[in-house]
C-alpha cells in the first residue's frame, strides 16, 4: 500500500513481473468518476519521459495501472527510497549533511518541472495542482547498478528525472479560456500563448517558494528570475 484516502487507493502490484502502481477509485460519486476518467483520457493522450506512464485502464472497478516512480538512495549509503519531491525534501532535511550532498539537483528538479509543463501547456493542458507531493523523483536508470563507475556516468549525464502525475483537476486551454474568449477581443491563439506561459511561471514561483524554506541560507540562488 502507497497511499489511501476516502476516496481510493493506490497500491503496488505485479504485473508480467514489473511492480507497478494501481491506483483504485472506491469513492464512485459521479465527480470523481469524472475526474478519473479525464486523468485517464489525458495521460492517455500525453507522451513524454517526464509524465508518468499509463499501462492500462479497468473501468470496474474504476482503476489505472501506472508506472511505478522512485528514487533509491543506496547508491548513496542511505537506506531509503522515496517517490515524491516532498518525500524526497523531507528525508534530505532529516539527515544531518544530506541536503548540501543532493543541493545541486534542485537545477535539474527545476528544469524537468518547467520542461513538464511546457510540455503540457504545447498540448493545450494546465495542471492546476502542482504540488511537490505530486512530483515524482526517479534515479531508476542507475539506482540497481552495482558497477560504480557506470553509477558515477549516470549521475553526471542524469542524477534525477521528475514526472508529473495525479491530473484529475487538470484542464484543456480550450475549456478553460472559452468564457474569456467570447468576452474580450483578444484572438483565440494569443490566450492559448499567454495563459500557460503566465501560469507555468506563476506555479513555478510558488513552487520554488516552498524549496527555498529548506534550502535558503545554504546555497547560491540558483535562479536569477527568482
Given at each position: 500500500m502507497i497511499g489511501s484516502s476516502s476516496f481510493g487507493s493506490v497500491i503496488t502490484a505485479k504485473y508480467n513481473g514489473k511492480?507497478?502502481?494501481?491506483?483504485?477509485?472506491?469513492?464512485?460519486?459521479?465527480?470523481?468518476l469524472r475526474l478519473f476518467y479525464r486523468e485517464?483520457?489525458?495521460?492517455?493522450?500525453?507522451?513524454?519521459?517526464?509524465?508518468v506512464e499509463l499501462y492500462a485502464v479497468c473501468q470496474s472497478p474504476p482503476a489505472m495501472?501506472?508506472?511505478?516512480?522512485?528514487?533509491?538512495?543506496?547508491?548513496?549509503?542511505?537506506?531509503?527510497?522515496?517517490?515524491?519531491?516532498?518525500?524526497?525534501?523531507?528525508?534530505?532535511?532529516?539527515?544531518?549533511?544530506?541536503?548540501?550532498?543532493?543541493?545541486?539537483?534542485?537545477?535539474?528538479?527545476t528544469e524537468d518541472t518547467a520542461q513538464s509543463l511546457k510540455?503540457?501547456?504545447?498540448?493545450?493542458?494546465?495542471?492546476?495542482?502542482?504540488?511537490?507531493g505530486i512530483i515524482l523523483v526517479s534515479n531508476q536508470m542507475y539506482?540497481?547498478?552495482?558497477?560504480?563507475?557506470a553509477v558515477r556516468e549516470a549521475w553526471e549525464k542524469e542524477p534525477?528525472?521528475?514526472?508529473?502525475?495525479?491530473?484529475?483537476?487538470?484542464?484543456?486551454s480550450m475549456i478553460q479560456t472559452a468564457s474569456?474568449?467570447?468576452?474580450?477581443t483578444t484572438t483565440e491563439e494569443h490566450l492559448f500563448t499567454w495563459l500557460p506561459n503566465c501560469f507555468c511561471l506563476w506555479i513555478l514561483r510558488c513552487l520554488w517558494s516552498n524549496w527555498k524554506r529548506v534550502i535558503f541560507?545554504?546555497?547560491?540562488?540558483?535562479?536569477s528570475c527568482c
Open positions: 511492480t507497478i502502481v494501481v491506483k483504485q477509485l472506491l469513492d464512485q460519486h459521479e465527480r470523481n485517464a483520457n489525458i495521460l492517455h493522450s500525453l507522451d513524454d519521459k517526464r509524465i495501472m501506472l508506472e511505478l516512480v522512485y528514487f533509491d538512495f543506496s547508491p548513496f549509503g542511505l537506506e531509503r527510497r522515496v517517490s515524491s519531491l516532498k518525500d524526497f525534501i523531507n528525508f534530505l532535511s532529516s539527515e544531518d549533511g544530506a541536503m548540501d550532498s543532493f543541493l545541486l539537483l534542485f537545477i535539474k528538479i510540455y503540457l501547456h504545447d498540448s493545450k493542458i494546465a495542471h492546476r495542482d502542482l504540488k511537490p539506482c540497481e547498478t552495482q558497477n560504480k563507475e534525477i528525472i521528475c514526472k508529473l502525475v495525479d491530473f484529475g483537476e487538470s484542464r484543456a474569456v474568449c467570447s468576452a474580450q541560507g545554504r546555497m547560491v540562488w540558483l535562479c
